[in-house]
């Protein structure tokens, strides 16, 4: 009831101006989606169950579809354990066991549908896991040194390991092929050598900041590897003090690095990247308290945190799991989820699925975006009804979010899942 008087009364106090007829209407729309969403906060951290095995740090894992994977690590002794989490049922489920010896400080990443590991401290060996079979296959050895304390991201199919340390700090860089199960040496990273540092991939491009060697010490200098050209590019100091075993993920278009230590001192500040800019912003610190050599990784629109050593109590080690919410990477709206503004089924999709909306939207000439979750604008699409039909094509299994847009704003926006 109260819409409607609200209506009635801009209409009719505002019928002799037409500008302002055209912004009340504006301002309706907005209350109109304001009171048929669900808004939720942004740029905040939500406690999630427990990681299901035993306290660890030096753990790895990554995200592949809509499941989440954590193994390995220090536990007394070199794990090989492995586990799966649901962020739906918020339930973990143990899985088979890492395929080769006990590993601490490995590197991983996911391309497709598989998740690869690279054997640390020492060894070559690299191991691809398939979460539908639930096993582990020995793939092409690694040529590169043996190491731990490395960097991997993934681009485009194809995967990156940098740096590390055996016997001395690294700064070469390896890119593997899972098509042709093959590596291949590409520029190393012109800056400082180093180990204990974090990075992610946004778009075509690899991002690593922070670490350590035996002669510069503690660092917080941060280099963008472009794909295309083979090139490194200083960016801007990750802000704070240098630091060593940090966290770091990538979500919808920006990085964010936080925690870690230096010198005895532990963090729990939390920072947001911006490559169209290359500034820094700092973001909600991390409520899960001071942490060094947790794991992390992105799934979606979500980043996650977990295990590692307290930052509190020297020598303890964590096994809680943190959901990470950021602001949403297009507009940077910070308070309204309008995700109630559009529907999509079916989600999970394999071939098709239908998109519709509220036909009020259509007065915004809308645009559907759908954005990877490396941050990368897959599909647009301009509509003129308020229901479309989305065929799979050349999307591949993972997470997406489908974003409306109207002049400039986002408008509506759901997670797509989209499935073998």
Partial sequence: MFFKKLFFTFTIDNIHSHNIFITMRKLILVLFLISFSSPIKADYWT???????????????????NKCYIGTGYIGVYATDWWEYDPITD??????????????????????????????????????????????AAMDTFPGSQRQAAVAFAIDNKGYITTGLYTTSMADLWEYDPATDSWLQKSSLPGPARHYACGFSIGTSGYIGTGTN??????????????????????????????????????GGFGYIGMGSNA????????????????????????GGPREEATQFAMGQFGFVGTGYDGVTSGV???????????????????????QNMNIFPNPMQSETTISFQQELLSYKPVLQIWDANGKLVKKIHLTKNECVLSRGSLNSGNYKVRLIGEKNVIAT?????IE
């Fill in 47 to 65: 406690q999630k169950a427990n990681f299901a095995g035993l306290n660890r740090a030096d753990a790895t894992g990554f995200a592949i579809g």
């Fill in 91 to 136: 339930v973990w489920t143990q899985k088979a066991n890492y395929g080769g010896s006990g590993i601490i400080e490995a590197v991983s990443f996911a391309i497709g549908s598989r998740g690869y590991v690279l054997s640390s401290p020492s060894g070559n060996d690299f191991w691809q896991y398939d979460p539908s079979a639930n096993t582990w």
């Fill in 214 to 251: 035996f002669s510069s010490g503690n660092m917080n200098d941060f280099w963008q590897w472009d794909q295309a050209t083979d090139a490194w590019t200083q960016m801007a100091n990750v802000p704070g003090p240098p630091r060593i075993e940090a966290s770091a993920f990538a979500v």
């Fill in 264 to 287: 005895g001192n532990y963090y729990s500040d939390f920072y947001q990247y911006d490559p169209v800019n290359n500034t820094w912003t700092q973001k909600a610190n991390f409520i």
């Fill in 317 to 339: 080690m964590k096994n809680d799991f943190w959901e990470y919410h950021p602001e949403d990477s297009t507009t940077n709206v910070q308070e309204l989820s309008l995700n």
């Fill in 414 to 418: 759901r997670s797509l899942i989209v």
